[in-house]
Every structure is written in structure tokens, then in C-alpha cells.
């Protein structure tokens, strides 16, 4: 019976399977088949141990994706873009081999499926049809069908916009990247889009401010007494934490509508400068030295130097209205109280 429930069970395809790809699997696991796309194969053990099918690919090698097309209904495409250029080309790769021909399998392989098939009908002859509908997953993640494209949720960044000096936007704001790494992700968005509107694949995006949780605070930052920016040049920041993003990934996967963008941002309005403080508080480091943007661009990394050029602060009004979604963390106050 519990052999029986567990390959009937939908399945969900895990493309990125880190920090967020297994908070999400953890959730998932009680009513759904969990397959994951990973790159690295000594990640295998690691995922086996999950409960995670591995599928070994390669995101930049489209050949070594084949096995995707049809492999689930449900996708999680939480892969960030290559390091250069402009284009996503791993979302184009991934596009590809989902919304590709399922391919026939060969007819020694269709045989021994045809076999195992019928030894497994001929072991549960004897449930009852009662006990049978007991056993056919119901729920939010359908089975695929022949012909029905894949429900895809696509984790994007909200460095798309760009710098807003600040204001309150929503998800209606027209992009405004101002770095590669921006433009690559909106240019996986427009690929999803486009590829929505042809009937390939059924996506929605949701766009992510800056993750933290226990394991992803900036403790090495203000142990190295890494500078903040003083309060007159310092920027908005927006956070969501780890399992609410997970949640939040999940819950788009079946209430999101296509093409619809969700900020997954939590209710905290705070500068950059201000978080550093919280977190040095809550765990009684030095508070971080505050040097003035003229100083912060002859001493400081461009990596940590694009982030401190936008400042933006995000609603998150459709992501309550829409999703119906209710934050276990509605701040990183909320967070940082459970810590102390």
C-alpha cells in the first residue's frame, strides 16, 4: 500500500535544488514525487537521502535535459543564469527539453515496464475499490496529462527594477535592469512569457528581495567589519525568509495565474544599514562602521557596491490578495526575536 501511494503520487520537478529547492522538497514530500535536476553528482547521495530523485544534467549542456520533457507537471525553476551576457541561456535550454516531443522508449524498455506494471496490479488485486480512491492523489498538483503544458514557478530576482529612488512600487513597474545579472533575468522572464503564450509551458514568476534565515545571516560581513552606508545615502532593502520563500514558491504553483509576477517580499520597510544593526544586536557583534557612498566606492567590492546603488521598497499586497498567503515572518523583527 505505501509503495502504491508513493508512485502514484504526482511529481514536481526541482531545477536549482539548493537551500530553497530543499526547504521546498521538505514540505513536499508527504504528496508528491520529488525529482531533481542537479549538475554536481556527488549531490546525489545527499538527495537520495531527501527522499529527492536525482536526474543528472546540465543546464548549459541542452543535450544532457532530454529526460525532462514530460517528466512532471509541476516545475520549480529556481537555476540562477549563466555568469555572462545577456540572455538566459539556461532557461532557453530548460524551455527546450520540457516543452520538447516526450520521446518513445525503446521496445525492451516498454516490455519490462509492461511487466512490472502487471506484477503490480497482480500484488493488489485484492484492495477493494473503496480502498483504491483512497490511494489516487487528489490535491493541488495534478497528474500530467497528454497535450496539458507543465506548470512552471519561475524564482526571479527583484534587481530587475533596477534603482527606484526608494519608492513604493508593485509588481506593475516597468523593468529597469542596470547589470547583467539583472538583464539575464529578465530576459528568462520574457522567455517564459513567450513561451506561455505559445502554449509550452504554463509559468509564473515570482520575484525575490534578499533571503535570509538562521544560516543566511551577514554574520561574516560584520565580523569582518565590512562598512554600511550612512544614514543619508544609505538604500531600502526588502527581505523574505527562507521558508516562507519555499512556501510561497509552492503556494504560486497552484494559485499564481500565468505570466502573473508575485513579489515574495515580507512587511519590513528597512535600509540596508538598519538590518546590519539588527542582526549585530540580536547577536551582540559590533555594529558596522557607516562610511558615505563617495568612500563606499573607492573602498568597497562592485558586487556589494551594485547593491547598495538601488533602493526600492516593495508591496506585497497581490502576494496576500492573490496567493492568500499568510507570512510566518512578517518581519526580520519577527525572525530575529525567535533567536535571542
Do not use: W
Request: one cysteine or more; aromatic letters at 4%; hydrophobic letters at 45%.
Amino acid at each position: 500500500m505505501n509503495a502504491t501511494r508513493i508512485l502514484r503520487r504526482p511529481r514536481v520537478l526541482i531545477v536549482g535544488c539548493g537551500d530553497i529547492g530543499m526547504r521546498c522538497a521538505e514540505r513536499l514530500r508527504a504528496r508528491a514525487r520529488i525529482v531533481a535536476l542537479t549538475s554536481h553528482r556527488e549531490r546525489i547521495a545527499e538527495l537520495r537521502a531527501a527522499a529527492v530523485t536525482p536526474i543528472v544534467g546540465d543546464l548549459d549542456v541542452p543535450r544532457s535535459l532530454r529526460r525532462l520533457s514530460g517528466i512532471a507537471p509541476t516545475v520549480l525553476h529556481l537555476a540562477p543564469p549563466q555568469k555572462s551576457g545577456d540572455d538566459d541561456r539556461r532557461t532557453r535550454a530548460l524551455i527546450a527539453a520540457l516543452s520538447a516531443p516526450r520521446r518513445l522508449r525503446p521496445a525492451s524498455q516498454g516490455i519490462a515496464a509492461m511487466g512490472r506494471l502487471r506484477a503490480l496490479r497482480a500484488q493488489y488485486a485484492g484492495i477493494a475499490a473503496s480502498e483504491t480512491a483512497r490511494i489516487v492523489p487528489d490535491g493541488p498538483f495534478a497528474s500530467l496529462r497528454r497535450g496539458v503544458p507543465a506548470r512552471l514557478v519561475y524564482a526571479s530576482t527583484t534587481g530587475v527594477y533596477g534603482d527606484c529612488g526608494g519608492a513604493l512600487i508593485d509588481e506593475t513597474r516597468r523593468v529597469f535592469p542596470a547589470n547583467d545579472r539583472a538583464k539575464r533575468r529578465v530576459s528568462a522572464e520574457q522567455q517564459l512569457r513567450r513561451a506561455s503564450a505559445r502554449g509550452a509551458l504554463e509559468a509564473s514568476i515570482v520575484r525575490i528581495p534578499g533571503i535570509y534565515a538562521r544560516n543566511r545571516l551577514p554574520l561574516l560581513r560584520l565580523e569582518k567589519g565590512t562598512p554600511a552606508l550612512v544614514a543619508a545615502d544609505d538604500v531600502y532593502t526588502n527581505h523574505i525568509h527562507a521558508d516562507d520563500l519555499a512556501a510561497i514558491l509552492l503556494r504560486a504553483a497552484t494559485h499564481a495565474r500565468v505570466a502573473r509576477v508575485i513579489h515574495a517580499s515580507d512587511d519590513s520597510a528597512l535600509k540596508m544599514g538598519e538590518y546590519f544593526d539588527a542582526v549585530a544586536d540580536v547577536f551582540g557583534l559590533a555594529r558596522a562602521p557607516r562610511i558615505t557612498r563617495e568612500a563606499a566606492e573607492q573602498q568597497l567590492e562592485p558586487m556589494l557596491l551594485s547593491f547598495m546603488r538601488e533602493s526600492r521598497r516593495l508591496s506585497n499586497a497581490r502576494l496576500k490578495r492573490e496567493l492568500h498567503y499568510q507570512l510566518r515572518y512578517p518581519s526580520v523583527d519577527d525572525f530575529l526575536r525567535t533567536v535571542r
